[in-house]
């Protein structure tokens, strides 16, 4: 029994051209259906934090999404989309920071900088690398210094390394 907006509104013109009671009727019918999307949100709770972050300015808004994302532990993601670490990594944090003495078995490997000669070279690999677009990896060579890869091998982390500096990069391992 759904109608078209445009045939409720020709159906409302018709009744009110032929009485003027008719017009209450066509009010009605267009309450009904603005309410009708309203109603989805009915519980009153909702609708009062919904009322108070709509009356937050932009900075307080950014304050209330960090928060929220150290709260309920959500991580940040790279510019790309993808998740760089895998989501096991809270618990190696925890294991790591127990014993300190251990020896380390994943390296965190980071973008210090790069020879203005060898920009595009630099971008590329970080694209090939990363799986990032060319505009991606172009803002990501030039915020350098930057993390590329959290929780990588040594024998990995090395290899990126060794590739970043032939071409003309400078890339250290933490």
């Not at 267009?30 to 932009?58: G, H, Y």
């Not at 380390?104 to 900088?113: M, R, S, W, Y």
């Not at 990363?130 to 290899?159: R, Y």
Request: overall charge positive; hydrophobic content about 45%.
């Amino acid at each position: 029994m759904a109608m078209s907006c445009r045939y409720a509104a020709r159906s409302c013109a018709r009744q009110l051209r032929a009485t003027p009671s008719a017009q209450t009727m066509c009010v009605a019918v267009s309450s009904r259906r603005w309410n009708s999307t309203e109603a989805a949100a009915t519980n009153p709770k909702i609708n009062t934090i919904v009322d108070q972050i709509s009356q937050l300015t932009l900075l307080e808004t950014a304050d209330l999404v960090s928060t929220l994302k150290t709260k309920l532990n959500i991580p940040d993601l790279p510019v790309g989309g993808f998740a760089a670490a895998p989501a096991a990594a809270p618990v190696e944090e925890a294991e790591e920071a127990a014993p300190a003495a251990q020896e380390k078995h994943l390296f965190t490997v980071k973008l210090q900088g790069f020879e203005t000669a060898s920009k595009a070279k630099v971008i590329k690999e970080v694209k090939s690398l990363l799986g990032l677009s060319l505009v991606d990896s172009k803002k990501f060579v030039e915020s350098a210094p930057k993390m590329m890869k959290e929780n990588v091998t040594k024998e990995d982390a090395e290899k990126m390394i060794a590739t970043m500096k032939e071409l003309g990069a400078t890339v250290v391992m933490e």
